[in-house]
């Protein structure tokens, strides 16, 4: 059976070797890592199955504006994809978001996935980022920030990657 919890700090070699062999590279390792040291996570999960971590999600805190979150990344082991593992990850990272007390959450992603989990794209929210704007993705946690115009600052992370 499928459990998802809170990452703690004894499964970060094995988050590490999912997201290394996940990504084939060690960029999204190296951002976790810095994300850790510098605080800058706002929430990371684990997907465990059989005793064996499986599946990986963070959620880190935007700079500006300081009660948003960014979400990124998502990882599933290779033999474990396709069986909604990454989208139990994200519902329940959301639902996690909501409950404390996060007004916002944006992902660079796949429109088309993202979607499903009420991501807008396009939408009438204004987002400047150092990322491509059809790909940015705004989840409007509070209502209001459906319609922001922000310019979006992410941690200092995820420009050393």
Known sequence: MLEIRTAEPADHTEISVLLVSTFGQNNEHRLIESL??????????????????????????????????????????TSQQSRGI?????????????????????VVGNPVYYRRFGFVFDGPAQLSSPYPEQYTGLYPIDPSTASASVALRYPQAFEEV
């Open 36 to 77: 850790r040291k510098s605080g800058q996570i706002a929430l990371e999960l684990v997907a465990v199955l059989d005793g064996r971590i499986v599946g990986h999600v963070c959620f880190s805190k935007f700079d500006v504006p300081a009660d948003w979150w960014a979400l990124a990344p998502v990882s599933v082991t």
């Open 86 to 106: 990454g989208s139990e990850l994200v519902r329940f990272g959301l639902d996690r978001a909501r409950q404390m007390g996060c007004r916002a959450v944006v």
